[in-house]
Protein backbone atom coordinates (compact mmCIF):
# COMPACT_ATOMS: atom_id res chain seq x y z
CA UNK A 1 0.00 0.00 0.00
CA UNK A 2 1.12 3.20 -1.16
CA UNK A 3 0.29 6.22 1.43
CA UNK A 4 0.43 10.29 0.36
CA UNK A 5 -0.15 13.05 2.53
CA UNK A 6 -1.33 16.10 0.88
CA UNK A 7 -0.68 19.62 2.46
CA UNK A 8 -1.21 23.14 1.52
CA UNK A 9 1.56 25.11 1.83
CA UNK A 10 5.19 24.82 2.63
CA UNK A 11 6.59 24.67 6.29
CA UNK A 12 8.46 27.07 7.17
CA UNK A 13 10.09 26.37 10.33
CA UNK A 14 12.85 24.16 10.99
CA UNK A 15 12.36 22.07 13.97
CA UNK A 16 9.06 21.07 12.08
CA UNK A 17 11.01 19.93 8.69
CA UNK A 18 13.79 18.33 10.67
CA UNK A 19 10.95 16.14 12.76
CA UNK A 20 8.82 15.34 9.95
CA UNK A 21 12.11 14.43 7.88
CA UNK A 22 12.37 12.27 11.12
CA UNK A 23 9.53 10.27 10.22
CA UNK A 24 9.14 10.04 6.75
CA UNK A 25 13.40 8.29 6.89
CA UNK A 26 12.03 5.71 9.41
CA UNK A 27 8.75 5.36 7.42
CA UNK A 28 10.62 3.92 4.85
CA UNK A 29 11.00 0.39 6.57
CA UNK A 30 7.52 0.25 6.95
CA UNK A 31 5.45 1.73 3.89
CA UNK A 32 5.98 3.77 0.50
CA UNK A 33 5.35 7.08 2.08
CA UNK A 34 4.91 10.45 0.13
CA UNK A 35 4.46 14.17 1.32
CA UNK A 36 3.08 16.36 -1.48
CA UNK A 37 3.18 19.91 -0.70
CA UNK A 38 1.12 21.81 -2.99
CA UNK A 39 2.26 25.42 -2.86
CA UNK A 40 0.00 28.61 -1.26
CA UNK A 41 -2.26 30.23 -3.87
CA UNK A 42 -0.56 33.28 -5.34
CA UNK A 43 -3.82 35.23 -5.21
CA UNK A 44 -5.02 33.99 -2.21
CA UNK A 45 -5.31 37.50 -0.98
CA UNK A 46 -7.95 38.71 -3.56
CA UNK A 47 -10.10 35.61 -3.04
CA UNK A 48 -12.90 35.11 -0.57
CA UNK A 49 -12.65 32.26 1.68
CA UNK A 50 -14.59 30.41 -0.58
CA UNK A 51 -12.84 30.93 -3.84
CA UNK A 52 -9.42 30.33 -1.83
CA UNK A 53 -10.83 26.26 -0.44
CA UNK A 54 -12.30 25.99 -4.15
CA UNK A 55 -9.11 26.88 -6.09
CA UNK A 56 -7.06 24.32 -3.01
CA UNK A 57 -9.77 21.81 -4.00
CA UNK A 58 -8.94 21.77 -7.11
CA UNK A 59 -5.68 21.30 -6.99
CA UNK A 60 -6.03 18.55 -4.23
CA UNK A 61 -8.10 16.38 -6.13
CA UNK A 62 -5.62 16.53 -9.13
CA UNK A 63 -3.56 14.53 -6.83
CA UNK A 64 -5.46 11.93 -7.02
CA UNK A 65 -7.18 8.73 -9.35
CA UNK A 66 -11.07 7.16 -9.07
CA UNK A 67 -9.50 4.46 -7.25
CA UNK A 68 -7.75 6.04 -4.63
CA UNK A 69 -9.24 6.43 -1.22
CA UNK A 70 -9.00 9.84 0.22
CA UNK A 71 -8.68 10.36 3.77
CA UNK A 72 -9.24 14.37 5.19
CA UNK A 73 -7.47 14.96 8.30
CA UNK A 74 -10.74 17.39 9.80
CA UNK A 75 -11.49 18.15 12.76
CA UNK A 76 -15.29 16.92 12.90
CA UNK A 77 -14.10 13.72 11.71
CA UNK A 78 -13.89 10.38 13.25
CA UNK A 79 -11.03 10.18 16.32
CA UNK A 80 -8.76 7.05 16.86
CA UNK A 81 -6.87 5.69 19.99
CA UNK A 82 -3.10 5.13 18.24
CA UNK A 83 -4.13 1.12 18.71
CA UNK A 84 -7.44 1.91 16.82
CA UNK A 85 -5.47 3.98 13.77
CA UNK A 86 -3.27 0.76 13.54
CA UNK A 87 -6.08 -1.55 13.10
CA UNK A 88 -7.82 1.15 10.51
CA UNK A 89 -4.48 1.17 8.58
CA UNK A 90 -4.26 -2.55 8.41
CA UNK A 91 -7.74 -2.92 7.65
CA UNK A 92 -7.20 -0.71 4.12
CA UNK A 93 -3.95 -3.03 3.82
CA UNK A 94 -6.37 -6.27 3.95
CA UNK A 95 -8.48 -4.72 1.65
CA UNK A 96 -6.08 -4.15 -1.12
CA UNK A 97 -6.09 -0.85 -1.29
CA UNK A 98 -3.18 0.70 -3.29
CA UNK A 99 -3.14 4.20 -2.69
CA UNK A 100 -4.57 5.72 0.22
CA UNK A 101 -4.29 9.41 0.67
CA UNK A 102 -4.53 11.76 3.42
CA UNK A 103 -5.41 15.42 3.03
CA UNK A 104 -4.75 18.70 5.53
CA UNK A 105 -6.67 21.36 4.27
CA UNK A 106 -5.57 25.09 4.01
CA UNK A 107 -6.51 27.63 6.43
CA UNK A 108 -10.02 27.66 5.82
CA UNK A 109 -10.79 24.23 5.09
CA UNK A 110 -11.78 21.90 2.34
CA UNK A 111 -14.24 22.78 -0.63
CA UNK A 112 -17.37 21.10 -1.33
CA UNK A 113 -15.79 19.31 -3.53
CA UNK A 114 -13.19 17.99 -2.05
CA UNK A 115 -15.80 16.71 0.73
CA UNK A 116 -17.94 14.52 -2.04
CA UNK A 117 -15.16 13.32 -3.41
CA UNK A 118 -13.29 12.16 0.31
CA UNK A 119 -14.18 8.43 1.57
CA UNK A 120 -13.55 9.51 5.32
CA UNK A 121 -12.69 12.28 7.68
CA UNK A 122 -10.11 11.82 10.97
CA UNK A 123 -9.77 14.25 13.27
CA UNK A 124 -6.35 13.50 15.28
CA UNK A 125 -7.52 16.30 18.23
CA UNK A 126 -10.18 18.47 19.23
CA UNK A 127 -8.29 21.16 19.39
CA UNK A 128 -6.48 23.28 16.16
CA UNK A 129 -3.34 23.45 15.46
CA UNK A 130 -1.22 25.03 12.41
CA UNK A 131 -1.38 22.99 9.49
CA UNK A 132 2.33 22.82 9.69
CA UNK A 133 2.44 20.89 13.43
CA UNK A 134 -0.73 18.68 12.32
CA UNK A 135 2.45 17.31 9.27
CA UNK A 136 4.21 16.71 12.38
CA UNK A 137 1.99 15.09 14.41
CA UNK A 138 0.44 13.03 11.64
CA UNK A 139 3.70 11.33 10.26
CA UNK A 140 4.29 10.20 14.20
CA UNK A 141 1.18 8.57 14.03
CA UNK A 142 1.52 6.98 10.91
CA UNK A 143 5.06 5.25 12.01
CA UNK A 144 3.07 4.79 15.73
CA UNK A 145 0.81 2.61 13.70
CA UNK A 146 3.10 0.52 12.03
CA UNK A 147 5.33 -0.14 15.13
CA UNK A 148 2.40 -1.31 16.67
CA UNK A 149 1.18 -3.29 13.96
CA UNK A 150 5.00 -4.97 13.71
CA UNK A 151 4.79 -5.52 17.43
CA UNK A 152 7.43 -3.33 18.25
CA UNK A 153 8.29 -1.54 21.46
CA UNK A 154 8.11 2.54 20.54
CA UNK A 155 3.77 2.39 21.74
CA UNK A 156 3.57 1.26 25.21
CA UNK A 157 0.08 0.21 25.76
Known amino acids: MNIKLIAIG ?11 GIFEKRLKH ?4 EIKIIPDLKN ?6 EQQK ?19 LDEKGKSYTSMQFSKYLEQHMNNSVKNLIFV ?8 EEVYKRANGKISLSEMTFSHQM ?15 MKGEPYHHE
Open 10 to 20: KTDQEYLKEGI
Open 44 to 49: AASLSK
Open 30 to 33: YINF
Open 104 to 111: IGGPYGFS
Open 54 to 72: NEEGKLILKESQNTDIIIL
Open 134 to 148: IRLFFAEQLYRAYTI
